[in-house]
């Protein structure tokens, strides 16, 4: 990211977030920056996930807003909330690849539903992506014939698909040996500096927080919300808060 770029293009907003009468996130307020690489870091249920998803829209805050370039999506028209969907890719955690299509045919996905391309131009973009993340000539693999870290880049060719605006990643770094993982670091942050994309990591992985992250916001499931927020290497040198250095320690609360 230019560094000299301060301009917000996400911006959550008094964030409250509750299942039924339980509380899991509460007046959360920040915002990530265009082309940024933007870490939510926390430990198991303090509502990382829950945050992801208000961000990209598949649930309505209790509270509060999500602004994504301008739009609020937890009140726009389908029109715009359409548009704002066409900006954003997605890496799930479990890749989320279709077992019974090939990689070729998944990474088609979003072209298909979002565009009006030629089924050539489609395919001609799909070879591009698929070689943007090192897996040329395996268009007509199925996900069961790949290695686990192999599946995590046809996901993210899928996410990359309609060259998004916004790439959210959900635990993608989880079930990666080490060195798999230090290879998927340098393959998003070569992505990330050639395209300008901003991305949003949600994450408890260490070595990928600290070598990637520009920024980060810490959750914890006790406060319901932001108890941190810094770049990576501040909250784990000059944090005085003994949650923060537990989890940069790994060591229990």
Known sequence: MDSSSTEPVIVVENLTARYGDVTILEDVSFEVRRGERFMILGGSGCGKSTLLKHMIGLIKPSAGRVIINGIDIARADEEALHRVRSEIGVLFQADALFGSMSLAQNVALPLAEYTDLSPELIREIVR???????????????????????????????????????????????GLDPVTAAELDILIRSLNEGTGTTMVFVTQELASILNLGERAIMLHKDARGIIARGTPAELREKSTDPRVLNFFNRQAD
């Open 128 to 174: 591009m992506k698929l070689g943007l993340v090192h897996l040329v000539g395996y268009d007509n693999h199925m996900p069961a014939e790949l290695s686990g870290g192999m599946r995590k880049r046809a996901g993210l060719a899928r996410a990359m698909a309609l060259d998004p605006t916004f790439l959210f990643f959900d635990e993608p770094w989880a």
